[in-house]
């Protein structure tokens, strides 16, 4: 096979001169040329509204699209820079002044982008009427105070950090006009009726790839590619394939994939690996027996050993978790409280009344790492003599089974595995095991009225160190519960072709718009 | 005829209902809240009830067959409550991809596979005889993903010759063609066997036939008694064969499009199920039943065609 060396051109050439079609080598000509940047998301676009996004696939597109007052900075640590605002200033707990830069102008003959329209889009996103999934962003808000037509004053409740790591620099920061969007009825779907960033929403071609093009009327740093094509690919090997033959410039790589790419390299590209916010853990349900008995609780925590479940599921590519808050974030911890320890594992079940062990199930989402994971757990868990049933469900299941409003099934539910995405802000790991959360997210059961009141006023601190002191104590907290067994942040394993140099957030996140050509 | 014809349509609208209302009852036994999974952790509760509310799911599953029915009759198939869009639209726009896919893949294995079975059934018992048939047999036994992915590997990644995603440019249909040559390859190549041997075993029987000794006895040419009489017949159950295969095909049209990142209705599905999209999920269950009972429709209709007592069957 080494022998053979046509090209895909030279094979269209080939196939065009046996007399196919002398435009069959044209269109695929055209296609290899060109300043055009091929991305892989994940899933379709669904919603084009920062007030009704449903997840990455539209924060990638609506990040080109719209501007906000500030963006996320590339680069391996958490920062933000000025993006539509030319100033953006915090001038107390809870006034935050902004300017707009020169130049910003909606698509559609929409007119100039205004502090008016900040206004609109900051309160319409804190609207209860509007009743959006991401009203929590902006939850503080309290009014948008209009200057003039290109500056104002966020005027905020109470301060309120998350905000700068959050809602200004997110999905939720996204500037919309208000003319255009009234004109539509209050909100929109996937057709934006007037665009504002560097890039416009060009042609969607659903299920098939979103085509941006660039923005002719952009005034700033004009972004390296005339297009961004964006493809969605659900199944992660076929893009792997698809970078390695060269149909597409980036996409993400499964855990399993990174060990293999760190070895060699994909063909024609490479790897970079990142640090994941989001986190995994290994749950217990502490009103479902045995799980109710603290002693069982921290015989699980002291039984299973995290590196060997770690490197099962994700071949040695993932670092062991220390709690919810991942490296680099204000609260994360150096260590737990609890630590691999069979004997005490043993001593504990003893001490339970338990110690001829028992069954329990074990509940997990059912893809390649979970499952690996949850075999691992299985084989950790029969040393102390629990034997452990793993119950594997499809995402529609799964993600109802704690759910107290979806049935019964939360009644159920014993061990199980859960992974959650994360913003870089603490505060999004720990809202949703607050005692108001038992039955909605959480699915351990979990009541810690300490851990509640922590929450609420960690959100509000602005002392950092203080903020950090309280984010431990309150994961210090889920320890003593027995409830948790943190696994692992994992790991963001990034393919892009060689040509391209990427812009990319800490955690691998994609910033399109800042693409480039390798020098 | 006609009253053949007339039958076989009240039989295919019969089956389509009966497919439909079994589909509507399993929805009602899938665990898993679809407006939970449908808009996430940071949907308020209020949210929730809409959505139910807007896919209907807050009515006993009598009302919700009898609504989807009373819509189908009127050419509405209902919204997509994730993107607002017509459900129709979205079907029909995933439709034509899973169709070129299917109709590549039954042309070019009806091509090799049909003359393969003749040869084989002519020189009965020969070397070749015996080629064909192992070829034939080890194309039925690899899995289609199997030849997927090696596909993929093969001539897109070590090669170059193929792409490895998407359908090719909009507007561009010889870009199109050349995104279908893999996909097609794949779905396509068992069929090559099955149609191989189906039509050998066929011509093999009609071959033996009385009819076909006479023409030889009149001296007819041997190419002409092959493909003028006994093909004729021993097509038939390769056409109703061929029927089935195409509905068949949308079930393998799934993986083709997954594992080459084609958009297509089968696609479509598997997401809608993964995401508990109820609606379009009916929708394109809707299209796709048809599309099946219609593929079955025409194909005993050729068979009746060709063969006068298949009309009595009914």
């Known amino acids: 096979m080494s022998g053979i060396s046509l090209s895909r051109r030279q094979m269209l050439a080939a196939l065009a001169a046996a007399g196919f079609s002398p435009a069959l080598y044209r269109s695929a000509a055209l296609a290899q040329g060109g300043k055009v940047l091929k991305v ?9 509204d920062p007030a009704f996004r449903k997840g990455a696939p539209e924060d990638d597109v609506m990040r080109n699209i719209f501007v906000g007052l500030a963006d996320m900075t590339p680069g391996d640590t958490w920062k933000w820079r000025l993006d539509a605002a030319s100033k953006l200033e915090q001038t107390d707990a809870t006034h935050i002044d902004f300017t707009l830069m020169d130049g910003l102008v909606w698509s559609d003959g929409h007119g100039p982008v205004t502090a008016d329209d900040v206004k609109f889009s900051f309160e319409r996103m804190a609207d209860p009427k509007l009743d959006s999934p991401y009203k929590g962003d902006w939850e503080v808000l309290d009014h948008v105070e209009v200057k003039d037509d290109k500056s104002g004053t966020i005027v905020l409740k109470a301060p309120f950090p998350p905000l700068w790591n959050v809602g200004l620099v997110f999905g939720s920061g996204k500037i919309v006009s208000r003319k255009a969007v009234e004109a539509m009825g209050g909100r929109f779907d996937t057709k934006p009726p007037a665009q504002s960033g560097r890039y416009l929403l060009k042609e969607w071609q659903p299920k098939q790839r979103v085509v941006l093009a660039r923005n002719p009327d952009w005034k700033g740093e004009a972004p390296y590619f005339d297009e961004i094509h964006v493809i969605p690919i659900e199944d992660a090997k076929t893009a792997e ?29 490479k790897l970079a690996v990142k640090p994941s916010l989001a986190y995994v853990w290994l749950g217990m349900n502490v009103e479902a027996a045995p799980f109710d008995k603290l002693e069982v609780r921290q015989a699980v925590q002291k039984a299973i050993d995290v590196p060997s479940v770690l490197e099962a599921a994700y071949f040695g590519a993932a670092e062991p978790a220390t709690g ?84 019964d099934s939360w009644k159920k539910v014993q061990l199980i595995i859960n992974r959650f995405s994360m913003q870089p802000d603490p505060s999004f790991a720990t809202d949703w095991f607050t005692p108001e959360q038992i039955g909605v997210w959480n699915w351990e059961r979990w009541n810690s009225p300490e851990f509640g009141e922590l929450n609420k006023k960690a959100k509000i601190e602005l002392d950092t160190q203080k903020r950090n002191e309280m984010y431990v104590r309150m994961q210090d907290l889920m320890d003593e519960s027995g409830a948790y067994v943190f696994l692992t942040h994992g790991a963001v394993g990034v393919c892009t072709s060689d040509k391209i140099e990427p812009a990319l957030m800490p955690n691998g996140n994609p910033i399109f718009h800042g693409f480039k050509a390798t020098a | 005829m006609l009253l053949y014809a007339l039958k076989r349509l009240g039989l295919a609208l019969i089956i389509t209902a009966v497919a439909l209302i079994l589909l509507i009852s399993m929805i009602q036994l899938i665990p898993g809240d679809p407006a939970a999974v449908l808009l996430g952790p940071l949907a308020s509760p209020e949210m929730r009830e809409m959505f139910r509310q807007q896919m209907g799911l807050d009515q006993p599953a009598l009302v919700q067959i009898a609504r989807f029915f009373g819509r189908v009759l009127t050419g509405d198939l209902g919204t997509d409550v994730l993107t607002n869009r017509s459900v129709l639209v979205t079907v029909m726009e995933q439709v034509p991809f899973t ?47 199997v030849i997927a992915i090696y596909g993929l590997l093969l001539f897109s990644v070590k090669l170059g010759w193929f792409p490895t995603i998407g359908a090719g440019d909009r507007g561009d249909p010889i870009d199109q063609l050349y ?75 799934v993986f083709a499009e997954i594992v080459f990142a084609r958009p297509g209705v089968g696609k479509l599905i598997f997401d809608a199920i993964s995401t508990r999209n109820y609606p379009v999920v009916m929708g394109a269950v809707m299209i796709t039943t048809g599309f099946y009972v219609l593929c079955t429709l025409i194909a005993d209709l050729i068979a009746a065609g060709l063969d006068p007592r298949v009309r009595s069957t009914l």
């Not at chain 1, 199930?361 to 049933?389: D, H, M, P, R, Y």
């Not at chain 2, 169709?99 to 049909?114: D, E, P």
């Not at chain 2, 007819?220 to 021993?234: G, P, Q, S, V």
Request: aromatic share 8%.
């Open chain 1, 241 to 269: 394939l698809g970078l390695e033959a060269g149909d597409i410039d980036y996409t993400w790589v499964e855990a399993s994939s990174i060990p293999r790419f760190k070895k060699t390299p994909p063909k024609g590209g």
């Open chain 2, 99 to 145: 169709l070129a896919l299917i109709f590549a893949s039954i042309t070019w294995s009806a091509l090799i596979g049909i003359p393969l079975g003749c040869f084989a059934a002519l020189y009965r018992g020969s070397l070749a005889d015996r080629i064909v048939g192992i070829l034939s047999v080890s194309s039925i036994a690899l899995p289609s993903f």
């Open chain 1, 324 to 407: 919810i808050i991942a490296p680099g974030l204000i609260g994360h911890r150096e260590k737990t409280l609890y630590s691999f320890n069979l004997d005490a594992a043993r001593e504990l079940l003893k001490k339970a009344g338990l110690d001829s062990g028992f069954e329990c199930t074990l509940s997990i989402l059912n893809t390649t790492e979970f499952t690996s994971a949850a075999q691992a757990v299985q084989a950790n868990l029969a040393e102390i003599g629990i034997t452990v049933t793993i119950q594997q469900y499809d995402s529609g299941t799964f993600w109802s089974l704690g759910d107290q409003k979806s049935g």
């Open chain 1, 40 to 48: 892989r998301s994940y899933a379709d676009i669904q919603n084009l």
């Open chain 2, 179 to 253: 995104h279908l040559v893999l996909p097609s390859l794949a779905v396509g190549l068992g069929w090559v066997g099955y149609l191989a041997r189906m039509v050998r075993a066929s011509m093999l029987e009609v071959l033996s036939e009385n009819h076909v000794r006479m023409a030889r006895a009149f001296g007819l040419e041997e190419r002409t008694i092959t493909y003028r009489y006994a093909l004729k017949i021993a097509i038939i159950p390769t056409v109703v064969l061929l029927g089935m295969g195409v509905g068949n095909m949308i079930s393998s049209a």
